[in-house]
């Protein structure tokens, strides 16, 4: 076998404070660790997949072969290397399960760079300006002379196992065996993305997109004008309602609420209520807009449909995309508007009424 990716899952997380080991903590639909596994085996580089663990994985792959790990990282990392000794391997890719989101293109890189280096690394710089704290004294480091380092981490096995098998200090990474050393490390840029998992704030921090989905409906009646989008479009018949009818907006508001799990448009404009007959609905979206923005939500994006024979989507799409993209203070590419027939059938069919359905999504 040439090619070994050893992934170490033993760790317990100690800064991460759960029941569950980190790494089988559900991160975007399936364990932190899997994640890990699913590029490897995707990569197609890898003859065999060493994964490191204290807690026996369900998981499925001739490919993968479990071990038992060590207290800390170093010693679970060279007992996946001594599993491998006279097992002909020629190239050895460490990596930590905390780090989910690497890419094959990072590890193509890697493999390359390995041909003429017996230690390839990715890194990263920072964008803060980083002190150090050294014999009671603070120092000024040049930023630009900060290397973050990341893993996967690869290197020639031979070697790497001779490093190893000599050290008895813990260290944090593979890298540092060889720096210790005064070898030479060929480092290369790493991925942005490919962040450590450490804390539950992590996580929490990543899941921060939310979406609401909205609809109304209104009957069409002669002798009221048409609003829709917060604008008036010339047509035989408005819309009835206990407000301006606007089942564009509406149905906006009612998908920001959802999207911010607070329930409806009734709840804040119930139709029993004197002080909101004939009120504008603009006027009622405003306060909404008031509401995400003291939540600290922004708007990625806004889908219509606008369901009606007429008027026609196409004559009055950009008024209406125009006047909501001021309504709503957002760029008008994040929204989108289409028209939807429903061939004459039933009332909206008949121009007797017009409906819409909106889906918002918003970040904190
Ligand atoms: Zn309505």
Redesign the pocket.
Known sequence: MSNCFILLAAGKGKRFKSKLPKQLINYRGKPLFQHSIDIALKSKIFDKIILVTNKKLKIIDKKIIQIKGGRERFESSYKALKFLKNKKVKNVFIHDAARPNFSINLLKKLKKQLTRNNAVVPYTQTDSSVKYFNKKKYENLIREKIFLTQTPQCFNFKKLFELSSKNTKPVTDEASLFLEKGLKVKFIMGEDKNIKITTKKDLINKINTFYGIGF?I?RLIKNKKLYLGGIKIPFHSGLK?H?D???II?AIIDGLLGAMRKRD?GTFFPDNRNKFKNIRSPKMLKSILNMLHANKFYINNVDINLICEKPKVSKCRDKIINSLSKLLNIDKRIINLKGKTVEKLGLIGKEKAIACEVICSISK
């Open positions: 109304d209104h309602g407000s009818g606007d089942v509406h448009i």
